[in-house]
């Protein structure tokens, strides 16, 4: 057994903490705030198991054109946003060619094809059942070439890595979905998909299990992390907390952390918003509207609109036009009500230029374990990486582990 500070109390520093609990280890989980309230607590709360393959930059000058326009409300920038970026986008380009994104899809797929198991038991042990729906995710489109396209591209997915779908007309899709005010030209329903009504709610209660089964909540700043004999240090409120090892999982704050450490991560902030709706009628399964880049899912707080992204810089003041947009263009589908009262949220997706998380030993300090960036997808992913990482830890290794470790990536 060994002490472990596990810092960053996300989605994956939670699962981090619980998959190394459960392993018998004496884990303090320590954040500057409650568990779950970040990036964490505004996203999208789908389970992806449809995502096999991460987003890569697109490549075609068509859509990057509509990105470098404004066209498109999937991505939105600014140029200090992209100048500060720019080595990590270039490295993000060329990791998304067709044959170098098609091996990072092989080790991706293998990850999230275990997401809603690795997930079950700890939603079952954490009583948040209530939280979660398995009825799975639809893509909808206006665009009946673009539906044609993906859902061809659907049964390539099938054939591939067995993700399981539905390609369905409009007008059959609304029979099942009456929330929908209009048919649209086309519905892929991935089956295997779940949602939380609560994301953050999600994080707490499995932040509140650990604390169950004799784990710390340790509030205080690990920015105070430092070497301490022959393991780590961290200052919190309550006391000076030490161990043997200590785990980054800071997600988009994990590359600052590490600069003092000599550590130069590269890392594409994806920033999103989100705003919650009053919709007397909401979807009966999370919409992602593909001719908008928003994904619409009902909350406990309300029909929840969540953006694309936004590539701009860390400290730009809040730019809600892909919300707005995004809300407008889908009242043609969704009766949407009136925006909810509450300070505007917003996270940032922490993206590594491969598309694959980091969950591994640190190249060059004993005792120090890297696991974030995991982009679009980390609210499926946390439990999945933390048990390859508790894994890591206590020296049993596999191909999949060797492949998220930053040895060889930084
Ligand atoms: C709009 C949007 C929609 C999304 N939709 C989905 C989705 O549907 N499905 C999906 O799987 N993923 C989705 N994501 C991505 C997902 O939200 C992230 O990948 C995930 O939340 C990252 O989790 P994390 O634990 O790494 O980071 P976080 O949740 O941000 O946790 C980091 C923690 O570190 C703490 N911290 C930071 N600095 C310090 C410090 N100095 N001292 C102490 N503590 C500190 C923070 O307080 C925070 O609790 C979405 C993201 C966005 C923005």
Known sequence: MAEILVLGAGMVGVSTALALQARGHAVSLVDRGAPGRETSFGN????????????????????LWSFATGRSNDVTWSLRGVA???????????????????????????????????????IEAAGAGNMISREGLVQLY??????????????RLRRDYGIRHRALSGAEYRREDPALRADPAGVIHWSDSWSCNAPGCLVHAYAKLFASRGGRLLE?????????????????????AEAEHAVVALGPWSPRLLRSFGYRIPMIYKRGYHGHFASARPPLRPIVDMDNGVVAGQMQAGLRIATGAALVSRTAPADLRQLDRGRAALSDMLEIGARVAEPQWS???????????????????????????????????????????????????SDLSRALAPGHRF
């Open 84 to 122: 500060q970026m720019t080595p990590a986008l270039w490295s993000y380009f060329r990791n998304s060619a067709p044959r170098r994104h098609a091996g990072i899809s092989r080790t991706y797929a293998q990850l999230t094809a275990r997401a809603t198991g690795d997930h079950a038991p700890l």
């Open 44 to 63: 999208a709360g789908i389970i992806q198991a449809e995502a096999a393959e991460p987003y890569g930059l697109p490549r075609n000058l068509g859509t």
């Open 220 to 240: 205080g700043d690990a920015a105070s992390l430092a070497q301490s004999g022959g393991g780590w240090r961290v200052t919190t409120v309550a006391e000076r």
């Open 142 to 155: 206006r665009n009946r070439a673009a539906f044609e396209a993906d859902a061809a591209d659907a049964e």
């Open 347 to 397: 996270g940032t997706r922490p993206c590594l230029p491969d598309m694959l998380p980091l969950a591994g030993a640190a190249p060059r300090h004993k005792g120090l374990w890297f696991h974030f960036g995991h982009g679009h997808q980390g609210f499926t992913l946390g439990p999945t990486t933390a048990t390859l990482l508790a894994a890591a830890l206590d020296g049993e290794e």
